[in-house]
């Protein structure tokens, strides 16, 4: 079975889905280099405006394949590491895309499927959805995934959730702000599809260096070099294509050509 499939739709939005739902769309070492190609690709492409991260079947993704975890035992250290680097390079390329990409979360999330959530820049689930970082039951921490889950749920939360293993709903992960939005099951496709029909109508420029910004200014202290940063950036993209025609448009009462 084909463990990852993409589809660009009309609108300039490209659908990455996982597609290995007889192992709770696992990721192994395949998985994570398809994705991680993915990424790169549709991140360079200048006809996708944005990207949903989605899977098919009863779970998101469960984290480790288990066959790939019997293979891990026997690796060496200098494996462990080449192969947690695999694992590390996915979450960055899909962290840094530079387009936005939006997570919806069909079914539970686990362990490694909550790093690739929290890489995402938008995260949707079904109301039904459970979470879990269940990496200290195996005797295991989510350490590459870490970065990214505590940016997503906050520290407080990860000192429970990480040493816990606790499952918990989707409820519990939007109010810690894990996930945006959660929805029936039935009407994920359409909550996504507002979040990306939104995406989609603004300048491609502006929404890429938005995400850059945050990724920048968030959490940093604020310093004349970092406002000096800022004045910097809306000066540059005042001055670019995209801004002087978002300008004009609004002041002319019609639509940019974007």
Not at 35 to 41: G, H
Not at 120 to 136: M, R
Not at 207 to 235: D, F, H, W, Y
Request: hydrophobic fraction near 45%; include cysteine; proline fraction near 4%.
């Amino acid at each position: 079975m084909i463990s990852l499939t993409v589809s660009i739709s009309e609108m300039y939005i490209a659908t990455v889905t996982m597609n290995r739902p007889e192992v709770r769309n696992a990721f192994n070492e395949t998985t994570i280099s398809e994705l991680t190609q993915a990424f790169r690709d549709l991140g360079t492409d200048p006809a996708i405006r944005a990207i949903v991260l989605a899977a098919n079947g009863p779970a998101f993704c469960a984290g480790a394949d288990l066959n790939w975890m019997k293979k891990m035992a026997a690796y060496t250290h200098a494996e462990n590491l080449a192969d947690a680097g695999q694992l590390a390079e996915m979450l960055r390329v899909i962290y840094i895309c530079p387009k936005p990409v939006v997570a919806k979360i069909q079914g539970d999330c686990y362990a490694g499927g909550m790093g690739l959530a929290a890489a995402c820049d938008i995260a949707v689930a079904a109301d039904s959805v459970t979470f879990c970082l269940s990496e200290v039951k195996l005797g295991l921490i989510p350490a590459t995934i870490s970065p990214y889950v505590i940016k997503a749920m906050g520290e407080s939360a990860a000192r429970r959730y990480f040493l816990t293993a606790e499952r918990f709903s989707a409820a519990e992960a939007l109010r810690m702000g894990f996930v945006h939005e959660i929805t029936t099951a039935g009407g994920l496709d359409d909550k996504v599809g507002d979040i990306v029909k939104a995406l989609v109508g603004n300048s491609p420029n502006a929404v890429k260096q938005a995400k850059q910004l945050v990724q920048e200014v968030g959490g940093r202290e604020i310093t004349p070099q970092l406002i000096a940063s800022t004045v910097e950036g809306i000066a540059h993209i005042r001055a670019s294509e995209e801004g002087k025609e978002g300008v004009r448009s609004f002041l002319e009462k019609r639509k940019p050509n974007w």
